[in-house]
């Protein structure tokens, strides 16, 4: 116990009570949560079949940039974009680019080189949809980032028709993925980073709400 101003002593006792339950609740709060969100990491490529207007390729690894490019070459959308890519380099400095293949990057791939996070990814490919008329595309990124990015384009693009198509790099074990202490730290960070994008678009959609509350009162 401590004493109070008048020399009374004030229990602590429901006082650490009362934090260790809040702290556990939270605790379980977060674990049921991350294991939700692994629960949602595609572990397969639900619709590879359905054209898009285009494709949107994340950057991040040459696996992701391949498979742009074969469904591009399946006639599966009219252009790619890749997004993210730093300033001054080539897309061709990406991957070994086959000569049959430079004719197809030269017509119909663009990079995108604004973004430089997931959320600018989105806002970079819904301008670049708007420049172009298109109202569909098919998103290409690793299994364990597609829920964030589904999130931020699903924000960037409400009217347009969104396609996941995830890779899978062979050093994310997904399967049992608690087992392995790389892919566990993977997912708890990636966890992390989708609980603060959610946290932001929720913030924003509230402030955007009560703004136009407001403007509709003042009108």
Request: charged share 20%; aromatic share 8%; proline share 6%.
């Amino acid at each position: 116990m401590t004493r109070g101003r008048f020399g009374k002593r004030r229990p602590r006792g429901p006082v650490i009570l009362l934090a260790v339950f809040c702290g556990l609740l939270a605790a379980t709060a977060y674990g049921a949560g991350l294991l939700r969100f692994a629960a949602a990491i595609p572990m397969a490529v639900a619709d590879p079949d359905t054209p898009t207007d285009a494709i949107v390729v994340l950057t991040g690894g040459a696996e992701r940039l391949s498979t742009g490019l074969r469904l591009l070459a399946d006639q599966k959308a009219r252009m790619v974009l890749v997004s993210g890519v730093y300033e001054h380099t080539d897309i061709r400095q990406l991957l070994h680019v086959p000569p049959t293949v430079r004719e197809m990057l030269d017509c119909c791939v663009e990079a995108g080189r604004d973004a430089r996070n997931t959320a600018g990814n989105a806002e970079e490919t819904a301008a670049w949809m708007r420049r172009h008329d298109f109202h569909s595309l098919r998103l290409v990124t690793a299994s364990y980032h597609m829920p964030r990015s589904m999130m931020e384009f699903r924000h960037a693009l409400p009217a347009a028709t969104l396609i996941p198509h995830p890779v899978f790099p062979d050093h994310v074990k997904h399967e049992d993925w608690w087992k392995w202490p790389g892919t566990t730290a993977l997912i708890v960070g990636e966890f992390n980073k989708f609980l603060l994008a959610w946290t932001r678009l929720a913030v924003d959609r509230t402030l955007s709400g009560l703004l136009g509350a407001d403007g509709e009162h003042g009108g």
